[in-house]
């Protein structure tokens, strides 16, 4: 091989490798998460799989690197509510919602929603364990903040749970509303059925 072309090559394929390493580096640079985020989508991955020992882990993790983490506290919250550790859950939420009040900027519209989802998860452990009046407040609290978010779910989430008519913060905070007017022996709290097809929110 002709030692000149050889070398232009050699220069070539230099050239390229430094090329693709200032190339990843940037884009590790420009796409870089904030502290906590990855733990917390870790997190997030574990418990729609189920393992949540596992995604506890990572939720904590994340709330070590970004003390304040919104999304590692709230998925905290959701964990505890998936294992029925009502008052767990709730300190996670009450934590949230007080941080966010404090700290929210208008024009936060993430932050915003994550305010809403709070209000309406707690609202939902309230309503299960029976705490009709303080549930209606947070589900009243949760369309005020950010109706949209706690609003009905739409047609991906029928279709996969198979629920044509899901439940919303507002569907709920009426018939609340409704039963709470009548006399106590002619309220109808409850409705297993009804009652099953209200999910977490996430923001």
């Known amino acids: 091989m002709n030692p000149l072309v050889l070398r232009r090559f050699i220069y070539l394929m230099g050239g ?4 693709a390493m200032l190339a990843t580096l940037l884009a590790d640079v420009s ?9 917390t989508e870790l997190g997030a991955q574990r418990f729609e799989d189920g393992r949540y020992d596992e995604a506890l882990t ?4 994340a709330l070590r690197e970004s003390p304040d983490h919104r999304g590692a506290i709230m998925g905290r919250a959701h964990v505890f509510m998936s294992q029925k550790k009502y008052p767990d859950a709730v300190a996670e939420l009450n934590y949230l919602i007080e941080y966010l009040t404090r700290t929210l900027e208008q024009n936060d519209t993430t932050g915003r929603g994550a305010l809403a989802a709070a209000y309406q998860n707690r609202a939902i452990i309230r309503d299960r364990l029976g705490k009709y009046e303080q549930a209606l407040q947070d589900y009243i609290s949760a369309i005020k903040t950010d109706e949209e978010t706690v609003d009905e779910p739409g047609l991906i989430h029928k279709i996969l749970y198979g629920d044509p008519n899901p439940s919303s913060a507002r569907k709920r905070a009426i018939y ?7 006399p106590p022996g002619k309220r109808l709290m409850r409705v297993p059925e009804i009652d099953a097809q209200q999910r977490m929110r996430k923001p």
């Open 16 to 19: 390229l490798i430094v090329f």
């Open 31 to 39: 796409t870089s998460r904030a502290p906590g985020d990855l733990a």
């Open 176 to 182: 609340l509303y409704e039963q709470l007017k009548l």
């Open 58 to 61: 990572f939720f904590s993790e």
